[in-house]
């Protein structure tokens, strides 16, 4: 299985980073995982909704440009569907069942993802209603593929 997890900006403080490293040396037993940074705009405070979805707008067409068709796209974003551990370890697993084997997650800036990057994705999904800085995102991510791996495999981990 090979999973990519594309997002938008860089992982700036070390204890981010070590978990993203943690997870990822965990995961590999079950596949390859990529990182994939694309560079964030800066955006002003108040800034009106023009020049927000302008922002989301740049941010989008870097992260458009590693889409590949062999992918399936599931872009974390509030209006997706929600899952409890257990039913995204199946989610997963059903949609390895159906021929794919490379899953992109695609995690947005601090505006969230252009209307573009959400038509591209395949599937939506929420992981939670409450806001969180988006690298954390990334380690909440990883954390969750691991724990859906072990789910599938019937290994302990998940209680």
Same mark, same amino acid.
């Given at each position: 299985?090979?999973?990519?997890?594309?997002?938008?900006?860089?992982?700036?403080?070390? =204890?981010? /980073?070590? *978990?993203?490293?943690?997870?990822?040396?965990?995961?590999?037993?079950? #596949?390859?995982?990529? @990182?994939?940074? +694309?560079?964030?705009?800066?955006?002003?405070?108040?800034?009106?909704?023009?020049?927000?979805?302008?922002?989301?707008?740049?941010?989008?067409?870097?992260?458009?440009?590693?889409?590949?068709?062999?992918?399936?796209?599931?872009?974390?974003?509030?209006?997706?569907?929600? =899952?409890? /551990?257990? *039913?995204?370890?199946?989610?997963?697993?059903?949609?390895?069942?159906? #021929?794919?084997?490379? @899953?992109?997650? +695609?995690?947005?800036?601090?505006?969230?993802?252009?209307?573009?990057?959400?038509?591209?994705?395949?599937?939506?999904?929420?992981?939670?209603?409450?806001?969180?800085?988006?690298?954390?995102?990334?380690?909440?991510?990883?954390?969750?593929?691991?724990?859906?791996?072990?789910?599938?495999?019937?290994?302990?981990?998940?209680?």
């Amino acid at each position: 299985m090979q999973y990519t997890i594309l997002c938008v900006g860089k992982i700036k403080e070390r =204890f981010y /980073s070590d *978990a993203v490293t943690e997870y990822r040396k965990r995961l590999s037993r079950y #596949g390859t995982t990529e @990182i994939i940074e +694309v560079s964030d705009e800066k955006t002003p405070d108040h800034a009106p909704e023009s020049i927000e979805l302008q922002i989301k707008q740049k941010e989008a067409e870097r992260l458009l440009k590693h889409m590949r068709d062999n992918m399936y796209i599931i872009a974390l974003d509030l209006q997706g569907k929600e =899952f409890d /551990s257990l *039913a995204f370890s199946d989610h997963l697993e059903k949609i390895m069942l159906r #021929g794919n084997s490379h @899953i992109t997650f +695609v995690i947005g800036g601090s505006l969230g993802l252009h209307p573009s990057v959400l038509q591209r994705a395949d599937e939506r999904i929420c992981f939670s209603k409450m806001t969180f800085p988006h690298q954390l995102m990334r380690v909440i991510l990883l954390e969750q593929i691991y724990r859906a791996n072990r789910i599938q495999k019937g290994q302990p981990y998940h209680k």
